[in-house]
């Protein structure tokens, strides 16, 4: 199947980094209605939620992950490929803080959120204002259907690893072409946006430019291939969480099927992931913050949901769907690739 690309110009945010316009679907029981950070901390450093003090901490851990990485690369040898590849984690985890903040943002203050968002495109690898084209406007409004650029519907192997590993080679095509059309319709407005876009691209490049100056080889092992296999993860998580669920009508919001999203339900996954697990209800209420999704899943997605799409271990699912025993899903089996 291929996806053309075209822009859908509804968001589910506001462009101009204030909470969304109209009536968003944010659920917010009042038993956990805490919108701002009361803390001494937060208030400090403005944030909105307390539990971003945890995200900023992920952050700095990233960063000081590849620093360290770079001081210790001349003394590893070739071992520094392997310590590349375990930067994978931490890179991962800067991917899952980006999507929560390109849905949420973190600051009251507007200059300082577009100023994390220029230093979260460092950490990440990518300027985030061009999650949104994709993800935001496009994923979340078409999902699974042949409008959504990452619909997991697109892979026919029939070795079900297949689909999985090379699904991030499929769709980035389609994810770049929708970047492109998005950055030429900011250009053109010559908005907040695009300036926000030009900003992150500047610092990202130009710190990229110094330290291949510097030294190119310690970039690709400590700055570079670590962030690569970071975006592989957060793009190919797709193929877990939506594969073989059911399809809601577009922009379905809080009434889409329960069933549209797999779970992963895991503490310790969820807690280094800011809630990523919780994708049933992200979907429902994406304009919500991700410390309130594990109440709002055991209240409204746990009792109606099925119970296999309820997963307690994200690895153990790899390991039994994609590769032992690895048995091709229903779903599939009508398929040829």
């Known amino acids: 199947m291929c996806v053309?690309?075209?822009?859908?110009?509804?968001?589910?945010?506001?462009?101009?980094l204030a909470e969304p316009k109209g009536k968003p679907a944010v659920y917010v029981p009042s038993a956990w209605d805490k919108t701002a950070d009361d803390s001494m901390l937060g208030k400090l450093i403005g944030l909105k939620y307390p539990g971003d003090i945890r995200t900023l901490?992920?952050?700095?851990?990233?960063?000081?992950?590849?620093?360290?990485?770079?001081?210790?690369?001349p003394y590893l040898g070739k071992w520094t490929w392997v310590v590349s590849v375990l930067g994978f984690i931490p890179a991962f985890m800067t991917c899952c803080i980006t999507h929560n903040a390109m849905h949420c943002t973190m600051f009251k203050n507007k200059t300082a959120e577009s100023t994390f968002r220029a230093v979260l495109s460092l950490g990440l690898g990518h300027?985030?204002?061009?999650?949104n084209p994709t993800h935001n406007h496009n994923h979340h409004v078409h999902t699974?259907?042949?409008?959504?650029?990452?619909?997991?519907?697109?892979?026919?192997?029939?070795?079900?690893?297949?689909?999985?590993?090379?699904?991030?080679?499929?769709?980035?095509?389609?994810?770049?072409?929708?970047?492109?059309?998005?950055?030429?319709?900011?250009?053109?407005?010559?908005?907040?946006?695009?300036?926000?876009?030009?900003?992150?691209?500047?610092?990202?490049?130009?710190?990229w430019a110094y330290l291949i100056y510097v030294d190119w080889q310690r970039f690709l092992a400590c700055v570079y291939l670590p962030g690569y296999l970071g975006i592989y993860g957060i793009l190919s998580?797709?193929?877990?969480?939506?594969?073989g669920c059911e399809v809601s009508e577009p922009m379905a919001g809080k009434d889409m099927d329960?069933?549209?999203?797999?779970?992963?339900?895991?503490?310790?996954?969820?807690?280094f992931t800011m809630n990523n697990g919780y994708h049933s209800v992200h979907h429902m209420f994406p304009n919500?913050?991700?410390t309130k999704y594990k109440p709002m899943h055991q209240e409204l997605i746990?009792?109606?949901?099925?119970?296999?799409?309820?997963?307690?271990?994200?690895?153990?699912?790899?390991?039994?769907?994609?590769?032992?025993?690895?048995?091709?899903?229903?779903?599939?089996?009508?398929?040829?690739?």
């Not at 300027?127 to 999650?131: E, F, K, N, R």
């Not at 409008?147 to 980035?172: A, C, G, P, R």
């Not at 994810?175 to 030009?198: D, H, M, N, S």
């Open 144 to 207: 699974q259907t042949d409008l959504d650029h990452i619909s997991t519907n697109q892979m026919q192997y029939q070795q079900h690893w297949k689909n999985l590993l090379y699904y991030f080679f499929h769709i980035i095509p389609s994810v770049a072409a929708l970047e492109g059309i998005y950055v030429k319709e900011e250009w053109k407005k010559r908005g907040p946006t695009f300036y926000r876009i030009a900003t992150q691209t500047a610092v990202l490049y130009g710190t």
């Open 4 to 16: 053309t690309a075209t822009l859908v110009t509804r968001p589910l945010v506001d462009e101009n």
């Open 302 to 337: 746990k009792p109606k949901i099925k119970p296999e799409l309820d997963d307690p271990s994200i690895l153990g699912y790899i390991w039994r769907t994609h590769f032992y025993p690895g048995v091709l899903p229903a779903h599939r089996r009508n398929k040829v690739a």
């Open 258 to 271: 329960v069933n549209s999203a797999r779970n992963f339900v895991d503490p310790s996954l969820n807690y």
């Open 57 to 73: 901490c992920f952050l700095i851990a990233k960063f000081a992950s590849v620093v360290a990485h770079w001081m210790l690369s």
């Open 288 to 290: 919500t913050h991700w």
């Open 127 to 131: 300027p985030v204002q061009l999650y």
């Open 237 to 243: 998580i797709s193929m877990l969480q939506h594969d």
